[in-house]
């Protein structure tokens, strides 16, 4: 009997197994030095921070990016603060850091699971870096947008509609902070995106839910704390159902 072919798998799609980005040139590789050196890299050359970070130097690293997080977190918040004044100008700036760090450390088991199911070899040392750097990187964004925010809340009196403007400031800006986070995956063998945004959207919701569980952030309320457990989709329909006029009482948000 003539023998017969054998038959030839069809063959992996190109680049299945590995990255698809170009190696680091002499520039991604140049040393990277200080605080203003670490953010530098993190806005123009985000390769060169992601080699770095898995380096020894990683940690220094890793408290600036903290660091710098919180910084643009406090100083966004005076700007969210200056739409009540009063005890907002400390307060707003303190729940906003606290609760986008806070949310960032209850997203990080689910994130080195995604990594891993996706195929990533980054250990949590390397998700809590690419996390920190996620996050400074969104939260240095959202500062650049303090001057426009401040606009908007000297030109409106609804808590609704001010609370929306710094919704779609934060959206923007996390959309930018997941580029870096996917790119180090990337770099790290995972094969699939899609497990990193849905982690995204789930970071999104924990933080606007962590908002409302900390509120009230625009706008004031008797208490420093709500006692009444709310959905922050419910929350925001209220507000801008009680939108409120010059000379009066600003809901909280």
């Known amino acids: 009997m003539p023998e017969s072919t054998p038959i030839t798998p069809p063959p992996f799609p190109p680049n299945y197994n590995q990255s698809h980005e170009e190696p680091l040139t002499d520039a991604e590789r140049a040393p990277i030095r200080g605080f203003s050196g670490t953010i530098e890299a993190l806005l123009r050359r985000p390769r060169g921070l992601l080699n770095a970070l898995a380096q020894e130097e990683g940690n220094g690293m890793l408290v600036i990016l903290v660091l710098a997080a919180s910084a643009c977190a406090l100083l966004y918040g005076l700007v969210v603060g200056a739409f009540s004044g009063g005890v907002q100008y400390y307060a707003a700036p303190l729940k906003i850091a606290g609760g986008l760090l806070v949310s960032a450390a209850l997203c990080l088991p689910s994130l080195y699971v995604f990594g891993c199911l996706s195929g990533s070899t980054a250990r949590i040392r390397d998700a809590v870096r690419m996390l920190a750097g996620t996050l400074a990187l969104a939260l240095i964004l959202l500062f650049s947008?303090?001057?426009?925010?401040?606009?908007?809340?000297?030109?409106?009196?609804?808590?609704?509609?001010?609370?929306?403007?710094?919704?779609?400031?934060?959206?923007?800006?996390?959309?930018?902070?997941?580029?870096?986070?996917?790119?180090?995956?990337?770099?790290?063998?995972?094969?699939?995106?899609?497990?990193?945004?849905?982690?995204?959207?789930?970071?999104?919701?924990?933080?606007?839910?962590?908002?409302?569980?900390?509120?009230?952030?625009?706008?004031?309320?008797?208490?420093?704390?709500?006692?009444?457990?709310?959905?922050?989709?419910?929350?925001?329909?209220?507000?801008?159902?009680?939108?409120?006029?010059?000379?009066?009482?600003?809901?909280?948000?």
Do not use: D
Not at 242 to 250: A, I, L, N
């Open 145 to 253: 947008f303090a001057p426009v925010a401040w606009v908007f809340s000297q030109s409106t009196n609804s808590v609704g509609v001010m609370g929306l403007f710094h919704v779609v400031f934060w959206l923007v800006a996390i959309s930018f902070g997941g580029r870096f986070l996917l790119r180090g995956m990337r770099r790290a063998g995972a094969r699939s995106e899609g497990a990193f945004y849905v982690w995204l959207v789930l970071f999104v919701l924990v933080s606007l839910q962590m908002a409302t569980a900390l509120r009230p952030i625009v706008g004031t309320a008797p208490m420093w704390l709500p006692k009444e457990k709310k959905f922050f989709m419910a929350h925001w329909a209220a507000s801008f159902e009680e939108p409120t006029k010059p000379g009066e009482t600003r809901p909280q948000q």
